[in-house]
């Protein structure tokens, strides 16, 4: 069986932690600051984790 490859931009973009989970960052962060509320970027700053399939999906990505 081939060597499955880390896919390059999952790499860029997530990080796994000890326990691997996959930490990601919010989205909707970059544009049009000025129409959401103070709250609202100040919770998008902070970083999540996937969850459920989609850490499934990114555990194969990122298999190292």
Do not use: V
Request: aromatic share 8%; proline share 3%; net charge positive.
């Amino acid at each position: 069986m081939p060597k499955s490859k880390t896919h390059s931009g999952s790499k860029k973009r997530f990080k796994k932690n000890s326990k691997g989970k996959i930490k990601r960052a919010k989205a909707y962060k970059r544009h049009h600051a000025w129409a959401k509320t103070t709250k609202q970027i100040r919770k998008i700053r902070k970083c999540t984790y996937f969850e459920g399939a989609d850490q499934k999906n990114m555990s194969r990505l990122m298999p190292n």
